[in-house]
Structure formats: C-alpha cells, structure tokens
C-alpha cells in the first residue's frame, strides 16, 4: 500500500468570530482555539467585559465594529485575516482537543478538499439535544473557494466546488443557552431578523401563516425531530421553536404592511 506523504509543517489557520457581551462564553472559547495561529473578533461594542478577556489571548486581534449584521461582520473579520484556511466559531461554541488534531491533520494532506463541514453537538441548559446530532456545519473553509450568502438569518457559506466537501469526524461542541431567558430572548432576536428576511427575499405575506406556521413548526420540533424523547426540555425547545416562528410573521405583518406588498 502506496504511503500518502504528510507535510510536517504545521498548517496556518485563521480563526473568526463575532461578539456582543459575551463575558460568559468568550474565555472557553478562545481558550479552545489558543492553538491558532490568529483569531479575528469583530466585536460590536460590548459593554461587558468581552474585549477585556479577548485582549489578554495574545493571538487574538479584536475589531470594534458597529453592528450591520450577521454576514457583515463575518466578513469583515474574514477580510482581517492573513491565513488561506480559516475556521469560523461563535463565542458559543468550543473546539475539543480531538477537532483541533483532526482538522490539523487534514489540512497537512495533499488532498483537494476547499472546506470541511464538521459534527456539531448541541447542549440546552447543560443537557445534549440529541435528536439534533451530528447537525453538521461547513466551518473550515479556504477562504478563496467560499463565501458567505446573504442572509440576515442562518448565515452559511456557499462553496464553489461542493465535489470538494471534506466531512470530519470529531465533534465542534456548541453551548446555545444557558438560561431560559437567555433562550427566550434569542427566539424573539431570530423572529425579527426572520421577518427581515422574508422582506428582503420579497416574499408576500399570508394571514393564514401567521397561525399555522407556528403550529407546524411546533409538531415538526416536537414529534418529527423527536423532541418528545428530551422530555420537559424538549416540549420547551418545541414552544420557543413555535412562537420564534409566530414572532416572525407578526414582524413580517407590519413590514409588508408598511412596504405595502
């Protein structure tokens, strides 16, 4: 059997992420991604103690950056960065010890992969939301065969050659909410940027969604993505699920209201 040739020096990666008051999250973070060569933080002016904690990881440069959107700040921490390869992460999320040798190692191979989508293991309020596993996600990518898409909501990249997808084995672990209030807050965020969306996408607006689309969404959580098996925190992932998708088309209302379509 033919031996594949292994580059023995090390690869070059570029971290990027975006904050806002993130005190909680942001020192695990950095901390899991203290092997990197840089980390890009496009912090939009927290009034925590974020920067303050980002400053002290010498490999970490933070940008102060108005807040202009999800994909506009990625990009502009993207733009910032000096390394082809680059991983993106959000102050939430954790890379393991395993994920960071995997993707070291794939990267030293002569291979023709552009970016790797990588296994996410999802926790709510300290508890695994298993029926959401692997819930993969394309987070390393060479920055010149991908690009991020324009959506105000659940941004992703879009590769040029999908044929060169790598898929990694280790899991990226993602911390989403710690708190009921912190989970609330950020399914009333997602029904307003959702609402944004639908606008930017000129879609029209139908009364009847604004009712059953909740109700789909909850039976959808709920039974076919097996929520049912997480017990009581799966029937409240299912509700804030629903009414996250109720706050969007009440959004929706008054923005076609106002832009008259």
Request: hydrophobic share 40%; with cysteine; net charge positive.
């Amino acid at each position: 059997m033919a031996l594949i040739a292994v580059n023995m020096i090390e690869p070059k990666v570029s971290v990027i992420l975006i904050t806002y008051n993130e005190e909680e999250n942001i020192d695990s973070c950095l901390s899991s991604v203290a092997w990197a060569n840089e980390v890009i933080m496009v912090d939009s002016h927290s009034k925590d103690e974020t920067v303050a904690i980002a400053q002290s990881y010498p490999n970490c440069t933070v940008i102060s950056s108005s807040w202009k959107g999800f994909v506009a700040a990625k990009q502009l921490a993207l733009d910032h960065t000096n390394n082809d390869w680059v991983l993106w992460i959000d102050a939430d999320e954790r890379v393991t010890p395993e994920l960071q040798y995997e993707m070291l190692y794939w990267l030293k191979l002569p291979r023709d992969f552009v970016a790797f989508d990588i296994p996410r293991k999802t926790f709510f309020m300290n508890q695994w939301i298993k029926p959401w596993y692997p819930g993969r996600v394309v987070r390393l990518f060479n920055k010149h065969y991908c690009t991020f898409n324009k959506n105000i909501l659940h941004e992703s990249l879009e590769i040029k050659d999908v044929q060169k997808l790598g898929h990694l084995k280790y899991d990226l672990l993602h911390y989403s909410y710690n708190s009921l209030n912190q989970y609330f807050s950020k399914m009333n965020m997602y029904g307003k940027y959702g609402a944004e969306e639908m606008v930017r996408k000129e879609k029209k607006f139908q009364s009847w969604k604004l009712l059953l689309n909740p109700f789909s969404t909850f039976i959808q959580f709920y039974f076919f993505k097996k929520g049912f098996l997480l017990g009581k925190s799966g029937l409240i992932l299912a509700v804030g699920s629903a009414y996250s998708n109720f706050i969007k088309y009440a959004n929706f209302y008054y923005l076609a209201k106002n832009k008259n379509f």
